[in-house]
């Protein structure tokens, strides 16, 4: 089967190009993983498609450990989203073409064409996903030829090229649009980049230009995008081409910018008849992390442990589903300040969203990075608990569960062989997170420490560890599938 490339297209669909191909860099994206392919740009490949946007995306890997750039190139960065799920009563299964990313780049090999695009005259948007583990600072040294390693570095200096080659024209600044899943995640790049300044000396009027004519948004994102799917031959067949790159994602889209005029001036997204709200994010905000991202992350060890692999699944479970639900309801709902009724709502679109038999999202990727995200997703609502309250068993069994799947076989970093009750995984996480989970659970299995010392050693002081504790030797002794039955009979008899 022939691969997906502008020549193939050129010979099997040429009207494919008609419009996009071509078309000048307008947007720098710093990350070039399934999320932004499936979202931001599908979305500017919208805008293109009805000639309102007319620009293209420069895609910039972030660490040295990517791997998406050499199938970028052999595609000519072209790529399939598929969009697979139900939105307003109807059921999808499209394939869209996504020709909007014009030049993919690995900056540590070439930082000059990432420099050059920050120097382009047409460049209107920095953009970024790089999950919450790269929106953070870290030192490094100034070196004005080679990419920085950190991604608000990189940021940093290619806005001082930008602002050097238009010698501070105000009118040349930039909207920056990162997309992580972080509080305020304008004003953390933006301190971030202040910081940077200073660290390197940058001049003050360099400051003044990066404050005045660049606009930080506060952004909220909002689509579930699984990526390659397993059983990738059932779609090349339909698509007739090979697509390395092809990612799947749910028809729902929310994009959230909290900008001024510039930036919906600059993205026509809702003139594209696409899901985008300019306002202010905490009004989505809260409630998707948490009755959604934070439901994700509670659920993944338990519902993997128990012996399922993806959320489809783990819904269709009752046990799981019991658990989920019962999470919802009784632990994160009441804590939420939004009406009811608002609440009800969002809960049941997100069951249903969920509930999407046509994808396969995969539990051990809801687990990448995940004692973090527990720290940032769910711990934020668990506070808010009185101790004594039932509602506090929910969380007890889910960082439980999450500790239990955290039992990494080797040390290393980026991807670890893990293994638990039973079930082999891959853990993904930070170097420093494994190897000192690998000391933690080796230390344990020698008895020098207690399953509550384990627990104290992994969280803050807000955590009753001797309760964890006792989830985590239920779930060691009996496994997950009992745990979690006798956790819906309980609940069903003391919480609700
Ligand atoms: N997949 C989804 O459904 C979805 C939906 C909404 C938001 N998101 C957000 O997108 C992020 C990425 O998800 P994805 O599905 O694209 O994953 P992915 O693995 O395909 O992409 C991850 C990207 O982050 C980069 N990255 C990882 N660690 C980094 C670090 N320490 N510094 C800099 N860059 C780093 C990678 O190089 C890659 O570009 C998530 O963390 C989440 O915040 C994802
Ligand atoms: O992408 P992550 O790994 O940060 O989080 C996992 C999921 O909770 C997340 O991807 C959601 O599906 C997404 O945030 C929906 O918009």
């Known amino acids: 089967m022939e691969r997906l490339s ?15 191909a071509d078309l000048p860099v307008k ?130 200096q290619l806005l001082y090229e930008r602002y050097t080659a238009f010698d501070g024209d105000p009118d040349k600044g930039l909207v920056l649009l990162p997309c992580e899943l972080v509080e305020r995640n304008g004003d953390v790049l933006k301190d971030i980049v202040l910081r940077k300044i200073e660290d390197w000396s940058l001049s003050g009027d360099f400051r003044k230009w990066v404050t005045e004519h660049n606009e930080f948004c506060q952004t909220l994102v909002d689509r579930i995008v699984t990526g390659y799917p397993a059983g990738i031959e059932e779609y090349q067949e339909k698509l007739g081409y090979e697509d390395r790159l092809l990612t799947v994602a749910e028809p729902y889209h929310l994009f959230v910018i909290e900008g001024g005029e510039r930036a919906r001036r600059v993205l026509p997204l809702e003139d594209a008849g696409l899901n985008a709200v300019f306002g202010p994010v905490e009004d989505y905000a809260e409630l998707k992390i948490r009755l959604l991202n934070a439901p994700h992350t509670m659920m993944f060890a338990p519902a993997f442990l128990y012996g399922v692999d993806t959320v489809y699944e783990a819904m ?109 995984m891959l853990l993904r996480d930070s170097e420093e997170k494994v190897n000192k989970m690998y000391d933690l659970w080796r230390r344990h299995e020698r008895q020098e420490l207690s399953t509550a010392a384990l627990v104290e050693e992994c969280t803050d002081d807000s955590v009753h560890a001797p309760l964890v504790g006792e989830y985590i030797d239920a779930l060691l002794e009996n496994g997950a599938v009992s745990v979690l039955q006798q956790f819906h009979i309980d609940a069903k008899e003391e919480i609700q």
């Open 6 to 20: 502008y020549d193939y297209l050129k010979k099997n669909n040429p009207d494919q190009l008609k419009n996009n």
């Open 27 to 156: 947007v720098l994206q710093i990350g070039e993983g399934n999320f932004m392919r499936g979202f931001l740009d599908w979305m500017i490949e919208h805008m293109n498609r009805q000639g309102l946007f007319n620009g293209s995306v420069a895609a910039l890997q972030p660490t040295p450990h990517g791997r998406k750039i050499p199938d970028l190139h052999a595609q000519d960065n072209a790529y399939t989203v598929q969009l697979r799920g139900r939105l307003d009563g109807r059921t999808i299964d499209r394939a869209d073409l996504v020709t909007a990313i014009s030049t993919s780049i690995n900056p540590y090999e070439e930082w000059e064409k990432a420099v050059a695009v920050a120097r382009a005259p047409g460049l209107e948007v920095l953009t970024s996903n790089t999950t919450e583990a790269g929106i953070v600072y870290q030192e490094e040294d100034w070196n004005r030829d080679a990419a920085p390693l950190s991604f608000p570095g990189k940021t940093t």
């Open 316 to 424: 269709q479970n009752p046990d799981i589903r019991a658990f989920v639900e019962g999470a919802m309801d009784h632990a994160i709902k009441p804590v939420l300040p939004y009406d009811k009724e608002e609440k009800d709502r969002f809960a049941r679109d997100v069951l249903e969203r969920f509930d999407n038999p046509y994808q396969r999202h995969m539990l051990t990727d809801l687990g990448q990075n995940g004692m973090q995200k527990f720290g940032t997703r769910v711990q934020p609502i668990w506070e808010k608990w009185d101790s004594r309250d039932p509602a506090n068993q929910y969380f007890t069994l889910a960082l439980a569960a999450l500790l239990v799947y955290y039992q990494p076989q080797e040390k290393g970093q980026e991807k670890v062989q893990g293994y638990a009750l039973g079930r082999d």
